[in-house]
């Protein structure tokens, strides 16, 4: 047995023998070239003097590798998205208010350019959350996500336009819930006969659009039962910080206790930050002054466009101004719904819902309690009604984790049908804004 033993020991010790000699042999074969190349003959040194232009030639220095990381990734956010194109417009929006053009021109000149900016703000801020980590980047998001309905609204504010505003903020949530989700279950079930997605989600972001509906309606009950008290004011104000409380524990759940559950709802190709941290930091400061500009030219404009138009003023908080702030999550939504990942579509499109209702809307009385501007969750109760039907259709839909086209085409004939009631509301009369 030990004969074995050191007969096959010796059969593993001389190959490594061998390899040990051919590598030393190597070795000194390769010293000796390197000091044959060394020693070269005097002949064979040039004068520098002698030699050609092209031997002395130093290469160029290596480029800015930073500045030209800078440069490409602008070009890929500026240049990635059509809807871009719509910058364009930018100049006539601002030449059209400084030359005094009609308001109904000044109105849409500086409605379509903030649609690209809303998306690019969007993009600036996914940019600076790629490197922040999980829990700032969620705030940023949370912050960011809906800059534009909260610039629209500080703006709004500061000129006394709560009318417009509350049928702003509830008409970006109507968007989100029936016509974005809607679109995404419709063209999705073009594609896939039944799509699946997580329950999860769905429930959780719709349990908190049924709390918005009871922070909404006990105010503006309360101002038609009790008209003759301001109590509503007050209410609202304890409402929007429990609403506010409410979404912060929903970061906490969805990105900490219970992250597990949204993790469906990550998209996994979602590319590298292409931006440093400083230059993202500037592209947000910079769109978010551009978006304040032309809301500024645009929330001008409104009475005038109303009274060109005959649109009533609750028709365009309600229809049109949601258009620039969730443009790009139509297309977003209907794309990946389209590749049969549903459950980002849903995710994308009640948690913007949610987001809006549970955080910039108590934000916005907030702001406005701030500004001492009455700004409440006294909306008018028409509005409550559709937001209280929306949901608990919404709801219905999204119950059993499934979706097809008829269930799309169904939501959005509920927002068809409500735009229909908005469109043919007349505006409402001082007493009545009074008695509210």
Same mark, same amino acid.
């Given at each position: 047995g030990l004969s074995v033993y050191f007969f096959f020991a010796l059969c593993q010790l001389l190959p490594n023998g061998r390899e040990d !000699?051919?590598?030393? &042999?190597? =070795?000194?074969?390769? *010293?000796?070239?390197d000091v044959e190349m060394t020693e070269i003959p005097q002949s064979d040194v040039h004068d520098p003097d002698d030699d050609d232009d092209e031997s002395v030639t130093t290469p160029p220095p290596p480029p800015n590798d930073e500045q030209m990381s800078t440069w490409a990734g602008l070009k890929d956010i500026f240049l990635g998205n059509a809807v871009n194109w719509l910058l364009l417009i930018t100049p006539l929006g601002l030449v059209a208010y400084m030359a005094g053009w009609n308001d109904t021109a000044v109105f849409f000149f500086n409605f379509f350019p903030i649609i690209p900016l809303a998306?690019?703000?969007?993009?600036?801020?996914?940019?600076? &959350? /790629?490197r922040t980590g999980q829990v700032i980047g969620g705030f940023l998001n949370a912050t960011f996500g809906n800059a534009v309905e909260v610039i629209l609204a500080i703006v709004g504010l500061r000129k006394n336009m709560v009318e417009l505003i509350q049928a702003s903020l509830l008409g970006s949530v109507l968007s989100n819930m029936l016509l974005v989700l809607g679109c995404a279950f419709f063209c999705g079930g073009l594609f896939h006969k039944e799509q699946k997605f997580n329950t999860a989600i769905a429930v959780t972001n719709c349990s908190l659009?049924? !709390?918005? /509906? %009871?922070?909404? /309606? !006990?105010?503006? @009950?309360y101002s038609y039962v009790i008209p003759d008290t301001d109590n509503e004011v007050a209410m609202s104000h304890v409402m929007a910080v429990g609403m506010a409380l409410t979404y912060v524990q929903f970061l906490y759940f969805q990105m900490g206790t219970h992250s597990y559950l949204f993790e469906d709802a990550e998209d996994d190709e979602e590319s590298e930050p292409v931006l440093s941290m400083s230059a993202s930091m500037v592209l947000m400061g910079f769109i978010t002054v551009l978006v304040a500009v032309h809301t500024e030219f645009l929330t001008d404009a409104v009475d005038g466009t109303v009274r060109q138009t005959g649109l009533n003023e609750r028709f365009i908080? %309600? %229809? !049109? *101004?949601?258009? %620039?702030? #969730?443009? =790009?999550?139509?297309? &977003?939504? @209907?794309? @990946?719904?389209?590749? #049969?990942? $549903?459950?980002?579509?849903? #995710?994308?499109?009640?948690? &913007? =819902?949610?987001?809006i209702s549970v955080c910039v809307i108590p934000m916005t009385v907030v702001i406005g309690w701030g500004l001492n501007v009455r700004m409440d969750l006294n909306f008018h109760i028409y509005e409550v009604l559709a937001l209280v039907v929306s949901v608990l259709l919404v709801a219905e839909m999204v119950r059993n984790g499934k979706s097809n086209w008829l269930a799309g085409s169904i939501l959005m004939m509920g927002y068809l049908?409500?735009? =229909?009631?908005?469109?043919?509301?007349?505006?409402? $009369?001082?007493?009545?804004?009074?008695?509210?």
């Amino acid at each position: 047995g030990l004969s074995v033993y050191f007969f096959f020991a010796l059969c593993q010790l001389l190959p490594n023998g061998r390899e040990d !000699l051919a590598a030393e &042999s190597q =070795a000194e074969d390769n *010293l000796k070239k390197d000091v044959e190349m060394t020693e070269i003959p005097q002949s064979d040194v040039h004068d520098p003097d002698d030699d050609d232009d092209e031997s002395v030639t130093t290469p160029p220095p290596p480029p800015n590798d930073e500045q030209m990381s800078t440069w490409a990734g602008l070009k890929d956010i500026f240049l990635g998205n059509a809807v871009n194109w719509l910058l364009l417009i930018t100049p006539l929006g601002l030449v059209a208010y400084m030359a005094g053009w009609n308001d109904t021109a000044v109105f849409f000149f500086n409605f379509f350019p903030i649609i690209p900016l809303a998306w690019l703000l969007g993009r600036a801020t996914e940019e600076v &959350s /790629c490197r922040t980590g999980q829990v700032i980047g969620g705030f940023l998001n949370a912050t960011f996500g809906n800059a534009v309905e909260v610039i629209l609204a500080i703006v709004g504010l500061r000129k006394n336009m709560v009318e417009l505003i509350q049928a702003s903020l509830l008409g970006s949530v109507l968007s989100n819930m029936l016509l974005v989700l809607g679109c995404a279950f419709f063209c999705g079930g073009l594609f896939h006969k039944e799509q699946k997605f997580n329950t999860a989600i769905a429930v959780t972001n719709c349990s908190l659009l049924f !709390l918005a /509906c %009871i922070a909404l /309606c !006990l105010p503006t @009950v309360y101002s038609y039962v009790i008209p003759d008290t301001d109590n509503e004011v007050a209410m609202s104000h304890v409402m929007a910080v429990g609403m506010a409380l409410t979404y912060v524990q929903f970061l906490y759940f969805q990105m900490g206790t219970h992250s597990y559950l949204f993790e469906d709802a990550e998209d996994d190709e979602e590319s590298e930050p292409v931006l440093s941290m400083s230059a993202s930091m500037v592209l947000m400061g910079f769109i978010t002054v551009l978006v304040a500009v032309h809301t500024e030219f645009l929330t001008d404009a409104v009475d005038g466009t109303v009274r060109q138009t005959g649109l009533n003023e609750r028709f365009i908080g %309600i %229809i !049109l *101004l949601p258009i %620039i702030g #969730n443009a =790009a999550e139509h297309v &977003s939504a @209907v794309t @990946v719904a389209m590749k #049969n990942k $549903m459950t980002l579509a849903v #995710n994308i499109a009640l948690g &913007s =819902a949610t987001q809006i209702s549970v955080c910039v809307i108590p934000m916005t009385v907030v702001i406005g309690w701030g500004l001492n501007v009455r700004m409440d969750l006294n909306f008018h109760i028409y509005e409550v009604l559709a937001l209280v039907v929306s949901v608990l259709l919404v709801a219905e839909m999204v119950r059993n984790g499934k979706s097809n086209w008829l269930a799309g085409s169904i939501l959005m004939m509920g927002y068809l049908l409500i735009g =229909a009631g908005f469109l043919y509301m007349p505006k409402l $009369m001082e007493k009545e804004k009074a008695a509210m």
